[in-house]
């Protein structure tokens, strides 16, 4: 059980596109997803919090106007790279926190490779 | 602010041999600790927690000791297996205002060999 998809798995783009990434709790409710970005053999770094149908709470530093998250429904979780340019080019991984359950476990998605040309 | 430190790896062990991973966090108050793996091809999934001073968390073989005079939280198993080839996370978790949430280390890689 508690299994995060996410989708796609990897994606190329052009310079100024944007790219829209999904996330899914598959077997549970998760009125809270979060949001982290991966780079090369650094740590995770949170991005924001995506909170059901409510604003994402962004960390300092980081666009919101850049990076849109919309959590629509109580399992799934977007996150669209907007005018995407190559320094966005990174990992980014998901996670969500089972509703019924409670507590702080998250469980994570397999992630997403961004490549920006 | 808070912060994870662990262990650059990669490790390479041969299998059965003794796994130590160091962890050492700052962090304001008393945060909860973790150990999160992540498999290759795979996301990331808790492994073990400790939720305050001289807790153990145990898992798998796997074992970590919530020391609060040293803010350690370091990794160990006894004897390791291929399949525990993987990357190791350290991570710690704050209260929020939009709820708990992660800190984490760079992730120790470790390859166990047979």
């Known amino acids: 059980g508690a299994v995060v998809s996410q989708h796609p798995s990897r994606v190329i783009c052009k310079s100024g596109t944007s790219v829209k990434i999904e996330c899914r709790s598959l077997d549970f409710q998760a009125t809270t997803m979060f949001w982290y970005r991966q780079f090369p053999k650094k740590s995770l770094m949170l991005m924001a919090t995506?909170?059901?149908?409510?604003?994402?709470?962004?960390e300092q530093g980081v666009e919101k106007d850049k990076f849109l998250i919309n959590h629509a429904s109580l399992t799934l979780s977007t996150l669209t790279v907007t005018s995407a340019h190559p320094e966005d080019s990174s990992f980014y991984i998901c996670?969500?926190?089972?509703?019924?359950?409670?507590?702080?476990?998250?469980?994570f998605g397999p992630g997403t490779r961004l490549l920006v040309l | 602010g808070n912060s994870v430190t662990q262990m650059e790896g990669p490790v390479t062990l041969s299998e059965e041999a003794f796994l130590t991973i160091n962890c050492t966090y700052t962090?304001?108050?008393?945060?909860?600790l973790f150990w999160y793996v992540q498999y290759p091809g795979e996301g990331l999934q808790l492994l073990l927690k400790a939720t305050k001073a001289d807790d153990k968390g145990s898992n798998k073989g796997f074992e970590a000791t919530y020391r609060k005079e040293t803010t350690s939280f370091h990794l160990e198993k006894g004897s390791v297996q291929v399949s525990d080839s993987a990357v190791y996370f350290c991570a710690l978790s704050r209260a929020g205002a939009a709820g708990n949430k992660l800190t984490f280390g760079g992730g120790t890689r470790v390859l166990v060999k047979p």
């Open positions: 962090a304001t108050g008393y945060p909860s």
């Open positions: 996670s969500a926190r089972d509703s019924k359950r409670g507590g702080e476990t998250q469980y």
């Open positions: 995506s909170n059901e149908g409510s604003k994402a709470t962004y």
